[in-house]
């Protein structure tokens, strides 16, 4: 195949081939476009085979494919995100076929290996038009965040390449038969694309009957502002602008704290917020609310304004739809705590891992003498007591190797003392350049060009300089505000509450104040520096603070946050898809283990989760003390049983508070629940609960994975710390009897409509994804 004039389109690029499943090939998947004759190219290109100096032309278009996800669920884009210009030598080397040879796609979940660990990927099957032949398989590995794509995600990304190109992805309607296993692929077909644009029939619609909109009403001046919930009556192109910026919003709106303690509410403000709140009908807004407390708070505070339109939004994928009736989920105790635990226990011992232990670890040469594995059973059971975590902390997040010695330890610190102090010099040298070179220029009678410098969040097209004078600014901003009740950060308090700003100066002088915000905010501009794409979001000053505290020394602290960003950076994509994500996959855990729950938070629009948002955003670091978060942060960091147990603790939070959440009638009193328990919620029953739950989860996704998706998972529990098990070691467990079995007969008229509430093939495979350990 010729590779002259042949560009890239879209570029994905984490797909491997796995002759191997222990070493897969990693490559790039493109769409390509050859010019003469004009002809449309898939392919899959081993990364090893680019020439150097072009590796990062497939990176750049894959990263302006990430940026164009968003746009690719929407049914009228047909943007490309790169010109074709380029011409790419390894293409020869690829696993390629014309589009036109393509006769069907096929896309299919399946378990691996990957890292030693059984895994659930997407693999991609492509079959040619002659004689049935078949480009080799190739697999969907997990992204930069760590996360691996569903099915819905590849198709919906490989639909959006294909519509740019004029054609269409068609999944064909495939029968019991025809997929005999939830292994068996969907097939999709190619074809050209329809003039006519029309809609798929979908259960999310307008309910049928809804009034008619004049153009001039109130309701119809929201869509400028891109309600989404608006879109079968404004129009796709006004609902698109509110798309991407509602999960924004969430952001801010998740930090509100304290809600009924303080008449002042803070919302931290956001620059795609909009006054759009007046223009929202009353008959409209009683709708979406219902009290006056959410509906004042909404009107007082703008950025509140778009998260009532994300709430806007996912009303109208309820529109049209009929959630089971049950009986009276309220009075259901079957999910209780003490009925899912029964015979079943957790392995908390409460004694965390003294310093004498630690340091009794060590040989002559400063080396561990026991294993990684170990070590983090220690610390999962009890925690690290507070005088080593400065060295514990280290290991866990990765900045010490495990079988390093204490002269090999020693040089590293010293290379990665000499890297910090470099990016730190630079963009110190770059705005210190900048701000003489302004200086002159005023001295000269110029007069500078105005910069939105409050505006909050960078333009994309600004060059180097202006993007980190402006994040500085939005550091410093957070910093005089984070954590200013612990004494390490504590100093003169400046007036951050509702509308009111502060001043350059007045930052730069609480800054100066105290040399700790001093290093929260060199660590943070530095961070900004060393993933530049990523740059600053509110939130980072969270994830930081504890660090620092711990560390008390700058350089270790920014070692130690970008290993704890590695873990957390996809919650701060400007995509949100990494928070979506997550709160996607809680709302499963919930519909799984207590569907009651479920359709009662569905029944009170609170199953959004919004309300846990800054739950998982900041990894509780709100939810607890601030000691206490230092305790789960390790835990979370160590835990055996699954990467995901923050998950679990989100799960233990709400089911320990089940019957008052059963109470909530609203969206609104929900959310104020939740708000109150800032700072209230104690830290060791809620991870002993959470161990439980997770147990509970275990045995109950490893029946139905093998009922319902033919698959055994074999999720035996790994081993935790020597002696730490609360169950005699050879004693069977005799499981008390239900409650379940006491109601028969009620039980009986609420199994077809929980029959309803039943996790779909494709949700069951995102659940089985919850199992993957580190």
């Not at 960091?637 to 995901?644: A, D, E, G, I, R």
Request: hydrophobic share 40%; proline share 5%.
């Amino acid at each position: 195949m010729s590779s002259d004039k042949l560009g890239l389109l879209f570029v994905s690029s984490c797909v491997s081939m796995r002759t191997d499943e222990m070493n897969p090939t990693m490559g790039f998947l493109c769409l390509a476009k050859q010019e003469e004759p004009l002809t449309f190219i898939f392919a899959w290109v081993p990364r090893r085979t680019i020439p150097a100096d072009e590796v990062h032309m497939y990176l750049e278009v894959a990263g302006k494919t990430r940026k164009a996800r968003a746009l690719f669920s929407r049914p009228d884009s047909t943007t490309l995100v790169t010109t074709p210009t380029q011409t790419l030598s390894a293409i020869t080397e690829a696993i390629s076929a014309p589009l036109d040879d393509i006769q069907t796609i096929g896309i299919a979940n399946e378990l691996t290996l990957a890292d030693g660990a059984e895994i659930c990927l997407v693999r991609l099957i492509v079959t040619l038009t002659f004689e049935g032949a078949q480009l080799p398989d190739l697999w969907f590995e997990k992204d930069e965040s760590g996360r691996a794509p569903s099915i819905v995600d590849v198709e919906t990304e490989l639909r959006g390449w294909f519509s740019a190109i004029g054609k269409d992805l068609v999944r064909r309607n495939q029968d019991d038969e025809e997929r005999p296993s939830s292994s068996t692929p969907y097939l999709y077909d190619l074809r050209p694309k329809s003039n006519e644009v029309t809609r798929p029939e979908s259960p999310h619609r307008w309910p049928e009957g809804w009034p008619s909109i004049p153009q001039g009403s109130t309701i119809h001046r929201i869509g400028t502002y891109g309600f989404n919930v608006v879109t079968n009556i404004v129009g796709q192109p006004m609902a698109d602008k509110i798309e991407g910026a509602g999960w924004n919003m969430l952001e801010r709106f998740s930090k509100v704290t304290n809600y009924a303690k303080s008449t002042t509410v803070q919302v931290l403000e956001h620059p795609l917020a909009r006054p759009i709140l007046p223009f929202i009908p009353q008959n409209i807004r009683s709708y979406f609310l219902s009290s006056g407390e959410a509906e004042a708070l909404l009107e007082e505070y703008e950025p509140a304004g778009h998260y009532l339109a994300v709430f806007a939004a996912e009303l109208q994928s309820r529109l049209g739809q009929h959630p089971p009736q049950l009986l009276d989920p309220t009075k259901d105790t079957t999910r209780d705590f003490e009925n899912l635990a029964a015979g079943r226990q957790h392995h908390r011992t409460g004694r965390p891992l003294s310093a004498e232990q630690w340091v009794s670890w060590y040989d002559t040469e400063g080396r561990l003498t026991v294993s990684e594995q170990e070590v983090k059973a220690v610390i999962f059971v009890g925690g690290v007591e507070a005088d080593i975590r400065v060295d514990v902390w280290k290991y866990l997040l990765k900045v010490y190797p495990y079988n390093s010695t204490e002269v090999e330890r020693a040089e590293l610190v010293k290379e990665k003392r000499a890297q910090y102090a470099d990016m730190k010099a630079q963009w110190m040298a770059i705005l210190t350049d900048a701000a003489n070179a302004d200086a002159a220029a005023l001295a000269a009678g110029h007069k500078l060009e105005e910069r939105e410098t409050q505006a909050g969040d960078e333009k994309e097209d600004a060059d180097v300089v202006t993007k980190i004078r402006e994040r500085k600014y939005r550091v410093e901003k957070d910093v005089v505000r984070t954590d200013r009740t612990v004494p390490f950060f504590a100093g003169p308090q400046t007036e951050t509450n509702g509308a009111t700003s502060v001043s350059p100066s007045d930052m730069q002088e609480v800054i100066g104040a105290n040399p700790n915000l001093e290093m929260l905010r060199n660590v943070l501009v530095t961070y900004t520096v060393y993933n530049f794409e990523l740059g600053y979001v509110q939130g980072m000053n969270d994830l930081l603070a504890p660090i620092l505290v711990v560390m008390q020394d700058e350089t270790d602290s920014f070692w130690s946050f970008v290993e704890f960003m590695n873990i957390m950076q996809s919650n701060f994509f400007r995509d949100q898809s990494g928070m979506r994500s997550q709160l996607r996959r809680l709302e499963l855990l919930i519909k799984f283990v207590d569907p009651y729950l479920y359709a009662h938070m569905e029944s009170t629009d609170s199953i959004n989760l919004f309300c846990c948002f800054r739950w998982l955003l900041i990894l509780f670091k709100r939810e607890f003390d601030f000691g206490d978060c230092m305790r789960l942060w390790e835990t979370l960091w160590v835990c055996p049983l699954t990467k995901h147990f923050h998950l679990f603790v989100a799960l233990a939070i709400l089911n320990r508070h089940r019957k008052d959440l059963m109470g909530k009638a609203a969206f609104d009193e929900t959310l104020k629940f939740i708000n109150d328990l800032s700072n209230q919620i104690p830290l060791e029953s809620t991870l002993e609960r959470a161990e439980v739950l997770f147990q509970v989860f275990r045995d109950r996704i490893g029946e139905t994975a093998r009922e319902r998706l033919g698959v055994d998972l074999a999720v035996d529990a790994p081993p935790i710390a020597s002696g730490s098990f609360l169950r005699p070691p050879g004693k069977s467990v005799q499981r008390s009897p239900s409650p379940v079995s006491e109601r028969g007969r009620s039980r009986e008229k609420q199994r077809d409509a929980m029959k309803e509430l039943e996790c779909t093939e494709e949700e069951l495979w995102e659940l089985v994804s919850l199992l993957e350990r580190r």
